[in-house]
């Protein structure tokens, strides 16, 4: 993961970052983030291709003003990237350089020494054997109460449109480094007022603040997510043969395609062959990929042929300041590159009105008509989806909701249910500060032109607070066990 500021929080535990020629982060001036922060505005505004579908250019426009007054105030690397103003994409990222890393993240701040997690505006604690019980319900710190705490941190992690399931879920992967960001970036000390249970007494504690060494410590033992194995690579499966039940994780559709059905089909022999009656279908931690691969999976669970139809819009194929385009490693692109790129997109992109709109080139390869496949699973299927469940993840979700093929249990997805940024991701890097700006170029959406929404995919089944708690308290998967204990077990 990238330093990821306009949709993933400032995930310092796990993040990568652009290396670059050395950059002298204190000699930066206050013009430098303004230029940076206006060639920003310009290229989301001429690039992205619906910039202000879930806010308007009045909004936008008085973003940039805020954020511009708050650099002229306080000019530091730190105040850029935490008032870069937002379009709700929730795939668009600025990723800062390794220069921050070194002299903010492991030199200047202090974090929250203990792993939270936000669960419907409310906090917990996730980890056993800190200060704080395991589970506890952290109030407030130093005078905020928790809502409060996640409403600022919020404003700064936007998910995609309206949707919340996706900041919830990045404020629990690292809460230290969100509250040192976003709330109190060089506070020392912690007054925390919690609760073991509900029903007891409010207690109260004081507590130093964790260096960047310390915190990352504490957060490798956190307990949720309870599955880090499967987290760990990009699909796994296992078996629970008392439930005659096998679980697939597929962490990205970002796969290639033999890859792909290898493993898929290697999963569905199996279960055919030892005559299970269930699977469940993990993309909790999906955040995309390729949509083929999603429709790929959909055939391995279907009751016969099926519509597989998604296609890309875009506002402009010409690609906007060349001078800046870099690839994903952050290295320069040449004329060469960029050339070759516009080729592509205006082979595979004809006009539309005022869109361009992908034609059969961009769609070779792809099955409409989509068939089962020979391994088709015919029994019972669920499917776990979070609010880091995006773009051809809510595509398979989509599929099975669209035709009635499983129960979906979780979490909405984090990404939208019909059209979501992705497909053509481009990156570029700010002259001044060298963060890097990334965003798709295209508008994926699902079906032939779905009306637009501002929800994702919408669970049959949501587990309740209480519910949640209770898994977490057996270090259990709360839906997984669910699926197990509570459905499958009834069958």
Not at 77 to 85: A, E, I, K, S
Not at 104 to 132: D, M, Q, S, T
Not at 200 to 222: C, D, I, P, V
Not at 410 to 430: D, S
Request: proline share 4%; charged share 25%.
């Amino acid at each position: 993961m990238k330093l990821q500021l306009l949709t993933f929080g400032l995930c310092c535990v796990f993040a990568n970052f652009v290396s670059a020629q050395k950059l002298e982060i204190e000699n930066i001036k206050k013009e430098d983030y303004i230029a940076d922060l206006e060639l920003m505005k310009e290229i989301i505004e001429k690039q992205h291709p619906d910039p202000f579908r879930f806010i308007t250019k009045e909004q936008w426009d008085n973003s940039f003003k805020a954020s511009i007054k708050k650099i002229q105030n306080a000019p530091n690397y730190l105040q850029f990237l935490t008032n870069l103003p937002k379009i709700r994409d929730g795939h668009l990222s600025v990723s800062a350089p390794e220069e921050f890393y070194a002299t903010y993240i492991k030199e200047k701040l202090a974090y929250f020494p203990i792993p939270l997690i936000a669960v419907g505006n409310r906090l917990f604690v996730n980890i056993k054997g800190a200060e704080i019980p395991y589970l506890s319900e952290v109030t407030t710190i130093n005078g905020q109460t928790a809502i409060a705490i996640i409403q600022k941190i919020s404003q700064h992690i936007q998910g995609e449109g309206e949707i919340k399931t996706g900041i919830e879920e990045q404020i629990s992967d690292d809460f230290s480094s969100n509250y040192c960001f976003y709330v109190e970036p060089y506070a020392e000390k912690f007054s925390i007022e919690y609760k073991e249970q509900s029903d007891k007494e409010t207690a109260k504690l004081t507590l130093n603040g964790r260096n960047f060494y310390e915190m990352y410590y504490r957060s490798s033992q956190k307990v949720k997510p309870v599955n880090k194995a499967e987290n760990a690579v990009s699909i796994d499966y296992q078996f629970y043969k008392a439930q005659l039940t096998g679980k697939l994780t597929i962490n990205t559709f970002d796969l290639q395609e033999n890859e792909a059905y290898q493993k898929f089909s290697d999963f569905f022999k199996r279960i055919n062959k030892d005559g299970y009656k269930n699977v469940i279908i993990d993309i909790r931690g999906n955040g995309g990929g390729d949509p083929k691969i999603a429709a790929i999976l959909y055939s391995f669970i279907s009751k016969g042929n099926f519509e597989n139809k998604f296609n890309y819009k875009a506002k402009s194929i010409k690609l906007v300041h060349p001078e800046s385009l870099v690839s994903s490693d952050g290295s320069r692109a040449n004329e060469g590159d960029i050339q070759n790129y516009e080729n592509f997109l205006y082979q595979r992109f004809s006009a539309s009105g005022d869109m361009f709109v992908g034609n059969e080139r961009i769609k070779e390869g792809v099955l409409e008509n989509f068939p089962a496949d020979k391994d088709v699973f015919s029994g019972n299927v669920y499917v776990a989806v979070g609010g880091k469940t995006f773009s051809a993840a809510v595509y398979f979700a989509k599929l099975v909701q669209d035709n009635k093929r499983g129960v979906i249990i979780g979490k909405e997805t984090g990404g939208n249910a019909n059209n979501t940024f992705a497909g053509y991701f481009i990156h570029y890097k700010l002259p001044k500060t060298r963060a890097v700006l990334r965003f798709s170029i295209t508008d994926l959406y699902f079906g032939d032109n779905p009306p637009k929404v501002t929800t994702g995919i919408l669970p049959e089944i949501s587990l309740s607070l209480d519910q949640i708690l209770g898994y977490l308290r057996q270090e259990k998967d709360p839906e997984v066990t669910y699926v197990l204990e509570k459905l499958i077990k009834n069958k």
